[in-house]
């Protein structure tokens, strides 16, 4: 069939999304956002139940994406609709405190042993920028090292070196920063330090020849895109304590394979992370949290507190309710099940392409799971980046003209509590038809 018949195939199975996104177009500035874009024209989804979605044009999906891996229950899940009708019962936005961010701060401080108070923001985003902050604040340091490859939100002190090309990208060992979006603040990648993955020497030689300068390191583990080795993680921790850095976690693709978060898994103990998505039950989310030293820094009752957050929305109620009701959910079983669903599909899917000879990369971390093509094994941004990237956009074509969502470009796809084994058996037999059709 090759690529360009099963493009074909998608734009005649799905004429009323594209009406909707050529209408959307003309008011809606690129009509979806960023990462809801693929070519030609993406879906425009009706509803959502359970491990399904409709689109409009009437057709139904096993969906693999789960709103950016957010919806970790499926959708409409019964205790979440319950717990945002009482919310909504109770007021929607009321100007002050209604008890739920306390709670719900309680149920995550239990969690994750290495948080003594959270604080709620709107997004990763905003979890990322006042993290910074707080850092630098409390530091008294300017710069910020991150990794080639990890993403924070957007924001001018993260959005370096995220998806650099290669060419601009300076030696492995020593990356160059790279402005990731148009119209940063020029100085944003002069007080980036950018530091390979999976390189403990290059780790430690750059954080300490910036250390007078550094006030923290911001790691996103890239749960289920690039696998990191728990005794890398554990060189991060250990380094930036020794070089007296604050170590910041990126856990906003978090809880989804243990009830501690990934840290939990890499027995570590950050001194701040960074949550989202799931914590807010499918309604805009972000929390910061760690240490009560570092965190009284935004405690307003001592005085002039030294580094101020506010939001309109930040700590919502609904948003707030919704979340503890997907916590909640999240028992050490429903885990088990999330993750036995991800260890089926890794298993399945490395057996479909070593009998067919494909070259290819499964990641699969709890719940949470990405396909490279082209190559054989991906340990740092530069792998990732040289991976065959035209193949995992057929593949995830050709599955939605299948009746399956993953994410586009099958990186950071998800599974949802309602999936079943025959979900995963299904769709690794129509990744094994989606190759068929790519190679006739
Ligand atoms: C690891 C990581 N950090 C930060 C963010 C940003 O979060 P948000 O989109 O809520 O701003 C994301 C979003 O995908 C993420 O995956």
Do not use: W
């Amino acid at each position: 069939m090759g690529i360009e018949a099963i493009e074909e195939r998608y734009r005649e199975l799905t004429p009323e999304s594209r009406e909707l996104f050529e209408e959307g177009r003309e008011v809606n500035a690129g009509a979806a956002k960023g990462a809801y874009y693929y070519a030609p024209y993406p879906l425009t989804f009706r509803r959502g139940s359970g491990c399904e979605l409709d689109d409009v044009d009437g057709r139904t999906y096993v969906d693999f994406g789960n709103h950016h891996t957010a919806q970790v229950l499926g959708h409409n899940h019964p205790a979440v609709v319950i717990a945002v009708r009482s919310q909504l019962s109770d007021g929607i936005a009321l100007g002050g405190p209604m008890g739920v961010e306390t709670k719900i701060a309680k149920h995550m401080c239990d969690r994750v042993s290495s948080l003594d108070r959270i604080r709620f923001v709107n997004s990763g985003t905003e979890a990322s920028l006042h993290a910074i902050r707080l850092a630098r604040q409390f530091s008294g340091k300017p710069k910020v090292a991150k990794f080639e490859g990890g993403y924070h939100g957007s924001h001018d002190a993260v959005e370096v070196s995220v998806s650099p090309n290669l060419e601009d990208a300076g030696d492995p060992r020593e990356p160059k920063a790279v402005a990731t979006a148009g119209g940063m603040a020029p100085h944003s990648v002069d007080d980036t330090i950018v530091l390979p993955y999976d390189d403990e020497e290059s780790l430690e030689r750059l954080l300490s020849r910036h250390r007078e300068d550094l006030a923290c390191v911001i790691m996103d583990p890239k749960a289920g895109i690039l696998p990191q080795r728990p005794e890398f993680v554990r060189r991060v921790r250990d380094v930036t304590r020794d070089l007296g850095m604050i170590m910041i976690f990126d856990e906003i693709v978090g809880f989804r394979q243990a009830r501690g978060g990934l840290q939990s898994h890499y027995e570590i103990e950050p001194d701040l992370t960074c949550f989202g998505k799931i914590i807010g039950g499918g309604f805009p989310v972000g929390a910061f949290g760690g240490r009560a030293d570092l965190m009284d820094q935004l405690d307003n009752s001592k005085g002039s507190s030294t580094v101020f957050q506010s939001g309109t929305h930040s700590a919502h109620a609904v948003a707030m309710a919704a979340g503890l009701a997907t916590l909640e959910q999240l028992t050490d079983d429903a885990h088990a099940h999330l993750n036995g669903l991800g260890s089926r599909l890794k298993t399945g899917l490395d057996k479909l392409f070593g009998d067919r000879g494909v070259v290819a990369h499964v990641v699969v971390m709890g719940s949470v799971f990405s396909i490279h093509f082209g190559i054989e094994e991906v340990r740092t941004y530069r792998d990732m980046a040289s991976a065959d990237k035209e193949t995992g956009l057929a593949v995830f074509m050709s599955l939605l003209n299948q009746g399956f969502f993953l994410s586009q470009g099958l990186g950071m796809c998800a599974i949802s509590l309602p999936t079943e084994g025959e979900h995963i058996d299904a769709l690794v037999e129509a990744i094994g038809i989606a190759l068929d059709e790519i190679e006739d």
